[in-house]
């Protein structure tokens, strides 16, 4: 019986990104005591049958946090923005939960290992958006050039979900964390404080980001334990591009000492002349290499 298992979610516009996700993590070896279940938002029934034979389980998304029907009318991968903070309930046969978002892909099986070890003893294994080479974390409009307006990520979302102008100033400055990649033990009580705060932030706020912000509110306010893993088990190329190396062939850390890119994930899409990456797979962007070279290249996944 398999102890850990690594998750997803898709609709049909996501199924290649899923699809690569998954032969991603089959590629290394070590993946084979490792389960791979997948949450349906709006697959196909042809899709759902090309994964059954890929992956251990597969499970329909539902809404287990009750949502205005008024907000989420067509909007079926909005699950995502709930479920995520549900998983035991959907597949309660394995004992360590590793997330990963359809549009992110393995670079690394050290990172898979890395977040099942963060997980230990109830802890939340989780990755900061903040690293070498960030140089914006927060907008600012400044009145009479002196009067600053915040307008962080976690600072616009607690605002909107009303949860209070205590929590928010609290939010505001704290390095924001990703949810596209995360990892929980099965018993771990921080199930229940992140769906407390989940309820929270659904009830005013935008079901997109809501998840988000209630994990944030968990580590930030709650303060539940967690281990902080390296940027680059959740590297999001829409803020800092990767470099390559030629000799290994392998994406990693544009900064020293350039470490191998773990996970890599297109979280807001790669842009290039008004098309998105995630959408096609043809789209290459300019890199720098090791080698000091620029090449051309795509970040999606090559089986």
């Not at 050290?110 to 080479?133: D, H, W």
């Not at 205590?166 to 769906?195: M, T, Y």
């Not at 800092?240 to 890599?264: A, C, H, R, S």
């Amino acid at each position: 019986m398999k102890k850990n298992v690594i998750i997803s979610l898709a609709d049909s516009n996501y199924f290649d990104l899923l699809k690569e996700l998954i032969e991603s993590i089959k590629s290394f070896k070590e993946s084979k005591n490792t389960a791979i279940c997948i949450l349906d938002a709006g697959l196909t029934e042809d899709q759902k049958n090309i994964l059954k034979e890929k992956v251990d389980e597969i499970k329909s998304a539902e809404w287990d946090i009750e949502v205005s029907a008024f907000k989420t009318k067509g909007k079926e991968w909005l699950k995502s923005q709930v479920s995520r903070a549900f998983l035991p309930n959907y597949f309660p046969n394995y004992e360590k939960y590793l997330w990963i978002d359809c549009d992110a892909w393995v670079h690394d099986w050290n990172a898979v290992e890395l977040y099942f070890k963060a997980c230990e003893s109830n802890k939340l294994g989780i990755t900061q958006t903040i690293g070498p080479g960030y140089k914006i974390m927060s907008k600012v409009n400044w009145l009479f050039g002196k009067f600053a307006i915040i307008k962080s990520q976690n600072f616009k979302h607690a605002m909107s979900s009303k949860i209070g102008i205590e929590k928010a100033r609290k939010l505001a400055f704290s390095p924001h964390i990703n949810i596209g990649v995360f990892s929980l033990e099965k018993n771990s009580p921080i199930w229940d404080v992140w769906q407390k705060n989940l309820n929270q932030t659904l009830k005013s706020g935008k079901i997109f980001g809501s998840e988000g912000l209630a994990i944030n509110m968990s580590v930030y306010i709650d303060e539940v334990e967690t281990e902080f893993l390296p940027l680059n088990c959740n590297w999001i190329a829409s803020n800092l591009l990767p470099k390559f190396d030629e000799i290994n062939q392998t994406f990693v850390e544009p900064f020293l000492p350039n470490y191998k890119i773990g996970i890599m994930h297109l979280a807001a899409g790669i842009w290039k002349d008004n098309q998105d990456m995630r959408m096609n797979r043809d789209l290459k962007v300019e890199l720098d290499t090791l080698e000091g070279k620029k090449i051309l290249k795509s970040l999606r996944h090559i089986s």
